[in-house]
């Protein structure tokens, strides 16, 4: 599926070459600028073929072609999915828990990445799932997949840089006497594939905490990532006492109480890499969450 994007030379760029306008403007990585090289349609200039040296003046149309394929390794699947935003660029998916994002052993068709590829095919389209924010099987919430390599590398940037904010609810086990912050490094436990463990020579992380409401045993936190490392959250609040409730892996499991971890995506922003505007989504709880409270309520 090709992305077209046009772009008339202000004055600023008069006599530029192209490459200053595509890293400049654009905002384009080396590796996509080689892309672009591949194909005559991918870098054009008031409609004929350019090279990235050649020169631009003040009111050319400069129009670069984003070429697509598809993931072939994605079995496409008819699963529902809760679209929140579309356009263009950008996917916002609400994703339910007991859904992995990418397809693993055992789940090669029942994750997210399925259920996206089912919905490019359904559309006629071909496209690469490129998941911007990828939540654990049993996180719901929300999460942005970018539908071209141009947007997942620029959201994956201002992820780098710390602009796309993201923040999550939970439910922990006991009572959190105020708000916080954890900044302890976070690796890979030794002979696991899956377990993170908190170690010096691990890599930074840093989770900030709001205490919402406490409930006596239990309490609901608003999280805010300023890093984004796997099992980031679940491995933080269990290392400084307070593991989510529901959590298998860092904290005790038990059906009874809680069929996953209490974690919830409930807010995303981040600036259109296209547009330059501001989006902002919020969905404050998974039902699951929402009647757990109020059993205890």
């Known amino acids: ?84 935003y579309e356009d263009e660029d950008v996917l916002v998916i609400n994703k339910p828990s007991n859904m992995p994002t990418h397809p693993s052993m055992g789940n090669y ?12 095919k359904s559309k006629g389209e071909e496209r690469v799932f490129r998941a911007v924010n990828r ?45 916080g912050t954890v900044d302890a490094p976070i690796r890979r436990a030794d002979g696991s594939v899956i377990n993170r463990i908190v170690a010096p020579d691990g ?33 933080h609040m269990a290392y400084i006492g307070h593991p989510l409730v529901g959590d298998w892996l860092y904290g005790m499991e038990d059906h009874n109480i809680a069929k996953r971890q209490m974690l919830h995506s409930c807010y995303l922003c981040f600036t259109h890499p296209i547009t330059g505007q501001i989006m902002e989504f919020k969905d404050e709880m998974a039902e699951d969450m929402r009647a757990f409270i109020e059993k205890l309520s």
């Open 203 to 235: 890599q930074r992380a840093v989770t900030h905490y709001r205490v919402v409401k406490r409930y006596g045993e239990y309490t609901l936190l608003e999280m805010e990532l300023e890093t984004g490392r796997t099992h980031q959250i679940r491995v």
């Open 1 to 84: 599926m090709d992305r077209v994007l046009e772009y008339e030379i202000p004055s600023e760029y008069d006599g530029a070459n192209i490459t200053t306008v595509l890293k400049q403007h654009f905002k384009i990585s080396t590796n996509l600028i080689k892309d672009l090289k591949k194909y005559k349609e991918g870098i054009q200039v008031n409609g004929e073929h350019k090279r990235v040296v050649d020169l631009v003046a003040k009111g050319d149309i400069l129009k670069i072609t984003i070429r697509d394929t598809v993931s072939e390794n994605i079995v496409p699947t008819d699963i529902p999915l809760d679209i929140v």
């Open 109 to 120: 068709e029942n994750s997210l990445a399925n259920g996206v590829m089912y919905y490019y």
């Open 135 to 179: 939540l654990d099987k049993d996180t719901s919430g929300l999460m942005a997949v970018a539908k071209n390599s141009y947007i997942h590398a620029r959201l994956g940037e201002e992820i780098q840089k710390k602009e796309l904010k993201r923040k999550y609810m939970c439910i922990v086990c006991g009572d959190v006497e105020r708000d």
